[in-house]
């Protein structure tokens, strides 16, 4: 039997004398869609780090698609790409330097127009360094696209994004499921982000509290928190 | 009473019985007279400071290596140590080179590297000062101190094609007969007393660092939420 | 789906080339970092005073005292660029060696020394009013091993020092004593370029220098992937 693409055990995490994540048994299934729903400090970006080798495990195990977080790290980043608050790029250079620095890394050469064209990057050969925060968020999922990766982490796809964006977004997110790819997201935009996903799972201070249908979690997410959102 | 303390006192008990027949029973030094007998407290010293600075070095690639505590926690203390020796030593080379030399310094090799030697171990200490974090703290330290011992002997040889002028190495073979018993009873002396220091400081490094990055109870786990109607 | 992977020295270039693009996109620094190691030159000469003599003496000793200095700057701004914007944290996800992480750093650190040292010399040289006998391209040596000796180091311990508050005095504190052997060898061969090597020493402190640059480099290699990843 093939490996699922996720899956934890007892997983927890400390940040000196806090738990950030405790207790998560997680399992999630090559191609799903999953959504992480949590205040913020809930440990949802803590969990998307450790799933992505970055940040290792204080407790327990988690192990992506077979291979365990802390001590294959190299396995795991071969098939994974992360999405983060910070864009992962040089300031200095312009978004197609960027991109055709990192696919230099890869050693392919395929031309990097194509993917900032798919996030709505004009081509334009300033520097990062006068982009906006919209714009730094396409550029990061260039980025991600790039990588092809099996698994997708991505933290706040929808975050600084305009309505036009959050549809690009959730075209994005179709389009790595139909390569195959498993898509896990954190998002406070649970209503749009739990229609688009499998399942969902609402974490609060670092452990699941509820697991359940996508659609559902914005129900959830009002038991939790009294409807306030 | 702890092992250590015991090495302590018979670390004290063996200096005390050197430094007296090296100042009192041994004939004065041949070249040097009576200022020759600083050998007795310096040599020792020297050579302490080289060793326990060979048990950081050690200390540091387990800890690079295990990522334990205990070995992390014994960089701290052998450096601690080591820098306290260093320092010593440095007292005593100009307190003897004065009378002998004229200068309280100059560019001998041995001096100019046990100069270098005190500002990198000093670094080892100023670093984990500046760290907060234990893991990231116990790996910076490790590697710099890996650097800093490993850079002794590059910087000695250099120095010394550089300029040299000063005698050749202290060694019980060189030295006069006579000699030789006070000077091996001060030596393992001072190395008993720097393995009372290295203990002594280990356990405290150890139990700072365990309380510091004490694993706290994991939280109760939290009810689960059940959704009326349906749902998981 | 795996991609192939390029190999190491593949990945070595791209990094160079990544690092030595960003690097002439932020001309200014450049240029800063160069203007800053001429206005050491001058100062050194106002410290000394006018005697030409002495000056040309020390000259060797000036230049490479002010390359050290613009050294540590260079070093800080490189994994400035790598952290202000995840850069790095980016690059440790791709399947990327550390060590041609390291080596590509280290070798287009070296590279932006020996440009700095090219900018310098000739302002030394036209200061302390040098001049070599056998010509000034046997300079190249002792500049190249020597900047080869302060980056190979200094990229580490730059990485070591990325995450502390005060790198810019954390990194020159950790790394002088470190780097005096390559000092005292890159200032004694390119002295002796520029007074003459009538005792035939130059080729041993060239040895001496590239001793160095085989040991710590090799070190700060094997510790790097340690150094990131925590």
Known sequence: MEPSAVETSALGRRYGRRWALARVNLQVARGERLLIAGANGSGKSTLLRVLASLLAPSIGSARVFGHDVATEPSAVRARVALLTYTPGVYEDLSARENLRAQLRLLGRDDAPEALLERVGLELRDDPVRGYSAGMRKRLSFARLLMQRPDLALLDEPYGQLDPEGFKMVDGLVAELSQAGATVIMASHMVERAGALCDRGVLIDQGQVRWEGPGPQTARAWDAAHGGGR | ?232 | MIPTRPGLVRQIVAVIHKDLLVEWRGQARLLAMGTYAVTLLLLFSFAVGPDTKTLQQHAAGYVWLALLSASTMTLTQSFRVETEAGALEALLMLPVDHRAIYFGKALANTALLVVLACLVMPVAAVLFDLSAAEGLYWLLPPIVLGAAGLAGPGTLYAALTARVAAQQLMLPLLLFPLIVPALVAAVKSTSLVLQGDPMGQMSSWLIVLASFDLIFWSLSGLLFAKVVEE
Do not use: C
């Not at chain 2, 001998?108 to 080892?124: C, E, K, Q, Y």
């Open chain 2, 1 to 232: 009473m702890k092992w250590e303390n015991w090495v302590g006192l018979l670390g004290l008990a063996l200096i005390s019985v050197g430094h007296y027949q090296g100042l009192f029973v041994a004939p004065p030094e041949a070249m040097m007279g009576d200022v020759g007998r600083i050998l007795y407290a310096h040599v020792p010293t020297a050579w302490v400071a080289l060793v326990v600075y060979l048990v950081a070095f050690v200390a540091a690639v387990g800890s690079l290596g295990s990522g334990k505590r205990g070995w992390d926690a014994l960089v701290e203390s052998a450096v601690e140590v080591g820098v306290v020796l260093n320092l010593l030593l440095l007292f005593q080379g100009a307190v003897w080179a004065k009378p002998t030399w004229g200068v309280f310094w100059t560019w001998d090799p041995r001096l100019t590297t046990t100069a270098i030697m005190a500002v990198s171990f000093i670094g080892v200490l100023v670093l984990r000062a500046m760290l907060n974090r234990p893991a990231q703290r116990a790996v910076a330290s490790a590697v710099y101190t890996i650097f800093a011992f490993v850079s002794v002997p590059v910087v000695y040889f250099s120095v010394k094609w550089w300029k040299t002028l000063h005698q050749p190495f202290s060694s019980p073979e060189t030295v006069d007969s006579p000699m030789v018993t006070p000077l091996r009873v001060a030596a393992f002396g001072m190395l008993f007393l720097a393995v009372f220091l290295m203990a002594r400081r280990w356990r405290l490094a150890y139990a700072k660092l365990s309380r510091e990055d004490e694993a706290p109870d994991l939280p109760p786990a939290a009810a689960a939420i059940r959704l009326e109607g349906g749902g998981a």
